[in-house]
């Protein structure tokens, strides 16, 4: 390519992730890769599994280029750090590399350094770990990330300091694009209830999130249980997969609520899905600043979340936070509130800054300035 069409090109950032499934923290960089300026920017992926992936046909779509690796299926750490050496030697365009994955950063950053990437830019989306050996694993390696980092993001001040402690951070919102949910189609939403099996005058009840003990679906169930006694028209509807689906069928099935949850699997209408919803739910064991919570306010739905949920997820008038320790107080609360919808829950949305192009135009002015001064360093 010649000088001028060179100049011309976009700059290319890497994201370092885990896979791109469907999940808050790959929703999120979705929602910036959607709204950036991609004539100025354009985003490649590294994966840390070689399998296909919710977001993968996306990505090309938009012009991104996917690299898979197998060190999580096979534990092969002498051949990563080959292939890292051996990626980065070949993609000398990449001078920021963006890691949304703390765990793996103690290796996949000082082979970035040495190979000469200037912006090694780290991202907190969470809270805590995971309460079993594969979190407290997490926790060890990710209290090797900081180190190596140049810059870092989260999507909270307690999730920045739980990762980053006292280093400077940037608190970054989980931007969504709010004008999407804050379509309200009646016909639609009554052709995606019947599609779900709901009935009129049932209350619909709603989760999404990977089926995990983070996300603390044996709770949720318990919960809802004490609401169906108080609301007999409820209904449950739970969006996502992981490994503990088919416990959760089982308890679902112990608990007598079979005929009232429904497991709708991977979504990609969550738009509409969260319109058919008339209340959401998110009994999390921990959060960084869920993506999902932002989308259920911005629909204007009230929502019922844990007290271990990071308060600065709120910007509606209907949010309601509960302790987990007590799931009997969640049915009184339910059954108590006023389960009416906000009409005004995307203005409210767009002033506490969770509109997502408030959250690209900060990424992309971040990446065009770090490009600029690297560009400048080097020039003779």
């Known amino acids: 390519i010649g000088g001028r069409e060179q100049l011309m090109a976009p700059i290319r950032v890497l994201q370092v992730m885990p896979a791109m499934d469907a999940g808050g923290m790959e929703t999120f960089v979705m929602n910036v890769y959607r709204t950036i300026d991609r004539d100025k920017v354009q985003f490649d992926f590294l994966y840390h599994y070689d399998k296909p992936c ?53 290796f996949y950053n000082p082979v970035a350094r040495r190979a000469g990437i200037p912006v090694r830019v780290g991202h907190s989306h969470n809270t805590a770990y995971e309460p079993n050996l594969v979190g407290r694993l997490d926790k060890l390696m990710s209290s090797r990330f900081n180190a190596g980092l140049t810059d870092r993001f989260a999507c909270s001040q307690k999730a920045g300091e739980m990762l980053f402690g006292k280093s400077p951070f940037t608190v970054l919102p989980n931007g969504i694009m709010t004008d999407v949910f804050a379509l309200h189609d009646p016909a639609a939403r009554a052709a995606l209830r019947a599609e779900l099996g709901v009935q009129e005058g049932e209350i619909l009840f709603g989760h999404v999130g990977r089926f995990c003990e983070q996300k603390n679906h044996a709770g949720l169930l318990r919960i809802f249980a004490g609401v169906s006694r108080r609301m007999p028209n409820a209904r449950l509807v739970l969006i996502g997969t992981g490994e503990l689906v088919d416990s959760t069928r089982a308890l679902a099935q112990e608990l007598n609520l079979s005929d009232r949850v429904i497991f709708a699997g991977v979504r990609k209408d969550m738009a509409a899905l969260y319109h058919a919803m008339d209340v959401f739910l998110l009994p999390s064991l921990f959060e960084g600043l869920p993506v999902v919570l932002v ?86």
């Open 54 to 106: 919710f977001f993968d046909d996306e990505i090309c779509t938009l012009g991104g280029n996917i690299y898979k690796m197998t060190v999580r299926q096979d534990n092969n750490l002498p051949r990563y750090l080959r292939e890292l050496r051996e990626l980065f030697a070949a993609h000398p365009e990449w001078r920021i590399i963006h890691g949304h994955y703390s765990g793996f950063g103690m």
């Open 295 to 380: 989308e259920a306010q911005a629909a204007g739905l009230p929502c019922f979340v844990a007290d271990t949920v990071d308060p600065g997820a709120a910007f509606a008038g209907n949010i309601h936070y509960l302790p987990l320790q007590n799931e009997a107080a969640w049915a009184d609360s339910i059954a108590a509130a006023d389960l009416t919808r906000d009409p005004n829950a995307q203005a409210k949305a767009i002033a506490a800054g969770f509109d997502v192009h408030t959250s690209a135009g900060i990424l992309q002015k971040f990446y065009l300035e770090q490009t600029q001064k690297y560009t400048k360093e080097v020039q003779p």
